[in-house]
């Protein structure tokens, strides 16, 4: 095979693995309904141990076990779980924003879908790790500015030299900080992102 037919080769392989992934969480961000007519209503409890609001979708009546096996599967795909009661607070599907126990509650009338909830997920990740990553060079900097700031004369003359000569144990970190320097103030065009 010839480099050219080798990269036309990697790409369509890349752009098929990149098909299958789109259309698998294009399957996975959809929730399926749920067959049932029992009432369910959601109540907005406050959480002690989380010190904030819950949103509980609790049920009319009792239902089958499959019915409870199903419900129960749809609220941990929307992020939920089943809560039982405890010191004043109704059993039921727990979900931590009412947006998200709408959806479950709307599973009765067909398949919902958490394809927003999945994309605002990556950008968090995404803006996470660009945070993470200026934290770490602004820590690496702080490190070599402190290390080529240090007093470097003692017992042995020659060794104030390498703090002026940039060979300390901070120098390589700060001029590691220097080199990134540029594009992290450029933040990324302005999008908070990591370079």
Request: aromatic share 6%; glycine share 10%; with cysteine.
């Amino acid at each position: 095979m010839t480099p050219d037919q080798q990269r036309r080769y990697d790409e369509l392989k890349a752009e098929e693995n990149k098909d299958k992934r789109q259309a698998e969480l294009e399957r996975k961000a959809v929730v399926k309904g749920v067959d049932t007519d029992v009432a369910m209503e959601i109540k907005e409890h406050w959480h002690t141990k989380l010190e904030q609001n819950v949103y509980v979708v609790t049920m009319g009546e009792r239902v089958d076990r499959e019915v409870y096996d199903e419900l129960n599967q749809r609220a941990k795909q929307l992020g939920g779980r089943y809560s039982r009661s405890f010191k004043g607070s109704p059993a039921g599907f727990q979900f931590y924003d009412r947006e998200t126990a709408e959806k479950f509650v709307a599973l009765k009338e067909g398949d919902q879908s958490k394809a927003e909830a999945a994309v605002e997920r990556k950008e968090e990740k995404k803006n996470t790790a660009a945070e993470r990553l200026i934290e770490l060079a602004d820590k690496l900097e702080g490190i070599g500015k402190e290390s080529l700031n240090a007093d470097r004369q003692g017992k042995h003359p020659p060794a104030g030299r390498y703090g002026a000569e940039g060979r300390g144990s901070g120098a390589e970190e700060y001029r590691l900080c220097q080199d990134h320097a540029q594009p992290r103030s450029g933040n990324a065009g302005g999008q908070g992102q990591a370079p």
